[in-house]
């Protein structure tokens, strides 16, 4: 079956027989034009002499990573994987459908949704990765710079042209930096991979403040709109906040302020050494001011050299998000009441997955990729179609994944809201345990990666059952928890507010646990408590972390982060040595 019979069958299925084949004309996002056509057409054309000349011998894999990585194709510890770009996290139901088709067709029936707002496939033939490509140029999907020392896939708030507390859409910037970043000549080979995200809003939804450049767009005191821009964040085996190089950057210099501290980064960044090529370390050893300094002198070099976004082009691409026509509709608030008194699970989810929209009688909806005993980001394709068919059905197309490795529907009515629910219940996607403890960031871990130390995925699922109780979860509140299977922490361990790296501990699995990290706005990195443990001891570690907080907690709105910061570790390492 093609793909497109493939989407033509999912969207006939029976959760909707009415439902279109393609998404509706209404959804807000970039669309590719007749070079984006060409440009990835010669790309997958070069990429399949590659992979055809590596299956010949004619490569070795030595010769063949540089080429795969600028590809998304990676070498894990059983299979080549596929990372997939898409860019700010923005999906249309096409677009899933793809994805559900490919799981099926070139992977074992299920994709993984990263902390780059990005999915990959874990088992693809490399020989099939050509015609994977194919399938997704069909619905303008790639995997171009999802990997290698290039700039990758800018990632934003998941919420964005949705949320009731942004500034501004982000969105359009986002694709600004993507056009203007992808295959640019002088940085498609940095020291090092290079991560930069944008934010609007008065939360940070993004973690922006750890990656090489993070971009808050502001208003001035003359209530014009900016950007502050911060430099050198990131994580790894030294975790770094971002720090503040320019308080105030006019929209029509984003680009060469960017170029500067692009060039400024090629031509002090250390290639004699690995573990010190990110930014982050170039900027500790320059010193923020002297880097900021260069950047200054760079920028002013070529600013106003043809360097900047013409006004047309800017114009041409803040078109395709302008904001979609909202219905106007009375909303049931007694009945909408009514159903959260009747039904505990809908409750929870209104509680904790949905969040406030800008439009009157619409809410932004998070689907949990975390349900009970599940794989943190996995998703089978028939919950893929499902996805894509509730989009058409609720969200005037739109789904958006986030670096939480969930999904979100941005735009559902609430009147509608309590009919999802329960559609997402029969395939088990409507846990309502968004920013609670068992909304875990796991990276793959021990079970696919090549550098792992420790696995990562069982430890997150005994947590989650563990745990698997929603009266108690929801009575320790706001708690964010990730698993990093080694130091390079893709799980982000080190900025959760109880982080866990699995460690090699002669021979045997061991596993440290930090406290007090944040993603957020008030970005934090958290300290290593306590000892280590066993995979069988960390469970009731976790254990013995939330009951110091909540026997230590002044009432039930302080939540774990406030009392840590303001009772610190003792408690908690007083308690942890006693078990250990």
């Given at each position: 079956?093609?793909?497109?019979?493939?989407i033509?069958?999912?969207?006939?299925k029976?959760?909707?027989?009415?439902a279109?084949?393609?998404?509706?004309?209404?959804?807000?996002?970039?669309?590719?034009?007749?070079?984006?056509?060409?440009?990835?057409?010669?790309?997958?054309?070069?990429?399949r002499?590659?992979?055809?000349?590596r299956?010949?011998?004619?490569?070795?894999e030595?010769?063949?990573?540089?080429?795969?990585?600028?590809?998304g194709?990676?070498?894990?510890?059983?299979?080549?994987?596929?990372?997939?770009?898409?860019?700010?996290?923005?999906?249309?139901?096409?677009?899933?459908?793809a994805?559900?088709?490919?799981?099926?067709k070139?992977?074992?029936?299920?994709?993984h949704?990263?902390?780059?707002?990005?999915?990959?496939?874990?088992?693809?033939?490399?020989?099939?990765?050509?015609?994977?490509?194919?399938?997704?140029?069909?619905?303008e999907m790639?995997?171009?710079?999802?990997?290698?020392?290039c700039?990758?896939?800018?990632?934003?708030?998941?919420?964005?042209g949705?949320?009731?507390?942004?500034?501004?859409?982000p969105?359009p910037?986002?694709?600004i930096?993507?056009?203007?970043?992808?295959?640019?000549?002088?940085?498609a080979?940095?020291?090092?991979?290079?991560?930069?995200?944008?934010?609007?809003?008065?939360?940070?939804?993004?973690?922006?403040?750890?990656?090489?450049?993070?971009?808050?767009?502001?208003?001035?005191?003359?209530g014009?709109?900016?950007f502050?821009?911060?430099?050198?964040?990131?994580?790894?085996?030294?975790p770094?906040?971002a720090?503040?190089?320019r308080?105030?950057?006019?929209?029509?210099?984003?680009?060469?302020?960017?170029?500067?501290?692009?060039?400024?980064?090629?031509?002090?960044?250390?290639?004699?050494?690995?573990?010190?090529?990110?930014?982050?370390?170039?900027?500790?050893?320059?010193?923020?001011?002297?880097?900021?300094?260069?950047?200054?002198?760079?920028w002013?070099?070529?600013?106003?050299?043809g360097?900047?976004?013409p006004?047309e082009?800017?114009?041409?691409?803040?078109?395709?998000?302008?904001?979609?026509?909202?219905?106007?509709?009375?909303?049931?608030?007694?009945?909408?009441?009514?159903?959260?008194?009747e039904?505990n699970?809908?409750?929870?989810?209104?509680?904790?997955?949905?969040?406030?929209?800008k439009?009157?009688?619409?809410?932004?909806?998070?689907?949990?990729?975390?349900?009970?005993?599940?794989?943190?980001?996995?998703?089978?394709?028939?919950?893929?179609?499902?996805?894509?068919?509730?989009?058409?059905?609720?969200?005037?197309?739109?789904?958006?994944?986030?670096?939480?490795?969930n999904?979100?529907l941005?735009?559902?009515?609430?009147?509608?809201?309590?009919?999802?629910?329960?559609?997402?219940?029969?395939?088990?996607?409507?846990?309502?345990?968004?920013?609670?403890?068992?909304d875990?960031i796991?990276?793959?871990?021990?079970?696919?990666?090549?550098?792992?130390n420790?696995r990562?995925?069982?430890?997150?699922?005994?947590?989650?059952?563990?745990?698997?109780?929603?009266?108690?979860?929801?009575?320790l509140?706001?708690?964010?928890?990730?698993?990093?299977g080694c130091?390079?922490?893709?799980?982000?361990?080190?900025?959760?507010?109880?982080?866990?790296?699995?460690v090699?501990?002669?021979?045997?699995?061991?596993?440290?646990v930090t406290?007090?990290?944040?993603?957020?706005?008030?970005?934090?990195?958290?300290?290593?408590?306590?000892?280590?443990?066993?995979?069988?001891?960390?469970?009731?570690?976790?254990?013995?972390?939330?009951?110091?907080?909540?026997?230590?907690?002044?009432?039930?709105?302080?939540?774990?982060?406030?009392?840590?910061?303001?009772?610190?570790?003792?408690?908690?390492?007083?308690?942890?040595?006693?078990?250990?």
């Amino acid at each position: 079956m093609s793909l497109q019979q493939s989407i033509q069958q999912a969207a006939q299925k029976e959760y909707s027989p009415t439902a279109p084949a393609i998404a509706p004309k209404n959804v807000q996002m970039y669309k590719y034009d007749q070079f984006d056509d060409e440009f990835i057409t010669q790309r997958i054309e070069q990429l399949r002499s590659q992979i055809n000349r590596r299956l010949a011998g004619e490569l070795s894999e030595d010769e063949f990573k540089p080429l795969r990585l600028q590809n998304g194709v990676y070498l894990q510890l059983h299979a080549y994987m596929l990372r997939l770009a898409i860019p700010y996290g923005q999906l249309n139901s096409t677009q899933m459908r793809a994805l559900a088709y490919i799981a099926r067709k070139y992977d074992k029936g299920f994709g993984h949704f990263t902390t780059r707002q990005n999915i990959q496939y874990n088992w693809p033939a490399l020989s099939d990765i050509p015609e994977i490509l194919e399938d997704l140029q069909k619905v303008e999907m790639h995997a171009i710079q999802t990997s290698g020392n290039c700039i990758r896939n800018t990632t934003s708030d998941p919420f964005a042209g949705a949320a009731a507390d942004e500034l501004t859409d982000p969105r359009p910037w986002c694709e600004i930096i993507r056009q203007w970043s992808t295959l640019h000549p002088e940085f498609a080979f940095l020291p090092r991979k290079f991560k930069i995200a944008v934010n609007a809003a008065e939360q940070d939804r993004a973690a922006i403040l750890y990656h090489d450049v993070a971009l808050q767009i502001i208003e001035n005191d003359q209530g014009e709109m900016g950007f502050k821009v911060y430099v050198g964040g990131g994580q790894g085996r030294t975790p770094v906040i971002a720090k503040l190089v320019r308080e105030f950057l006019e929209p029509q210099y984003l680009l060469s302020y960017l170029d500067a501290i692009l060039r400024t980064y090629n031509m002090l960044g250390r290639r004699d050494n690995l573990y010190k090529a990110r930014i982050k370390i170039t900027v500790n050893e320059t010193g923020v001011e002297e880097f900021s300094r260069l950047v200054e002198l760079e920028w002013n070099r070529i600013k106003d050299t043809g360097f900047n976004l013409p006004e047309e082009q800017k114009q041409t691409i803040f078109k395709h998000f302008e904001l979609p026509e909202f219905e106007t509709y009375q909303y049931d608030a007694a009945k909408f009441e009514s159903k959260k008194t009747e039904n505990n699970g809908f409750d929870y989810f209104v509680k904790n997955n949905t969040f406030a929209h800008k439009q009157d009688g619409y809410t932004i909806v998070s689907i949990s990729l975390k349900p009970h005993g599940g794989i943190p980001g996995d998703i089978s394709a028939d919950q893929m179609d499902l996805v894509a068919q509730l989009a058409d059905d609720y969200s005037l197309s739109e789904i958006r994944a986030t670096h939480r490795q969930n999904l979100v529907l941005p735009h559902v009515k609430l009147d509608d809201l309590f009919i999802l629910w329960q559609k997402l219940t029969k395939v088990n996607l409507a846990a309502g345990n968004i920013g609670l403890l068992t909304d875990i960031i796991a990276c793959p871990g021990l079970d696919y990666c090549a550098l792992a130390n420790a696995r990562s995925i069982p430890i997150a699922q005994m947590i989650a059952e563990h745990f698997d109780d929603m009266k108690k979860l929801n009575d320790l509140g706001d708690i964010t928890l990730n698993i990093s299977g080694c130091i390079n922490a893709c799980a982000h361990h080190h900025v959760a507010n109880i982080g866990i790296l699995g460690v090699d501990k002669k021979g045997e699995e061991s596993y440290q646990v930090t406290l007090g990290g944040s993603s957020r706005s008030d970005a934090d990195i958290g300290k290593i408590v306590g000892p280590g443990f066993s995979g069988d001891e960390i469970v009731g570690a976790i254990e013995t972390i939330t009951n110091v907080y909540l026997a230590g907690r002044t009432n039930s709105d302080e939540t774990f982060l406030e009392y840590y910061r303001r009772a610190g570790q003792n408690p908690f390492k007083e308690a942890l040595y006693n078990v250990a």
